[in-house]
Nanobody, 126 residues
Framework: QVQLVESGGGLVQAGGSLRLSCAASRRTFSAYVMGWFRQAPGKEREFVASISRSGSTIDYTDAAKGRFTISRDNAKNTVFLQMNNLKPDDTAVYYC???????????????????WGQGTQVTVSS
């Protein structure tokens, strides 16, 4: 069992920045591929970014490329999502997720992830 706790959400004006953190409970954090997803009101959960166990392979949704940066610190069991130049369309609850994904280094499919945090609200005002 892996417990994930997100933090760092909040209210920011368009063009601003936020840094989300997700702390994992297990010492085997480095065995997990990590992902960030988001869900806006009335919409389905969507992929934002994924990072491999070592951090060497990263993938982003097109909307995040050039603005968001995913990273991880395996020594601190934490994954981060740095979000710059935020837009009102980025408003959503952001979730981090952990998955073993045997034989793979990343995934944009939420069904591949085994554990989820409770989410943190990000609101971007225009």
């Amino acid at each position: 069992q892996v417990q994930l706790v997100e933090s760092g959400g909040g209210l920011v004006q368009a063009g601003g920045s936020l840094r989300l953190s997700c702390a994992a409970s297990r010492r085997t954090f480095s065995a997990y591929v990590m992902g960030w997803f988001r869900q806006a009101p009335g919409k389905e959960r969507e992929f934002v970014a994924s990072i491999s166990r070592s951090g060497s392979t990263i993938d982003y949704t097109d909307a995040a490329k050039g603005r968001f940066t995913i990273s991880r610190d395996n020594a601190k069991n934490t994954v981060f999502l740095q979000m710059n130049n935020l837009k009102p369309d980025d408003t959503a609850v952001y979730y981090c997720a952990a998955g073993l994904l045997p034989g793979r280094t990343w995934s944009s499919d939420y069904s591949d992830y085994d554990y989820w945090g409770q989410g943190t609200q990000v609101t971007v005002s225009s």
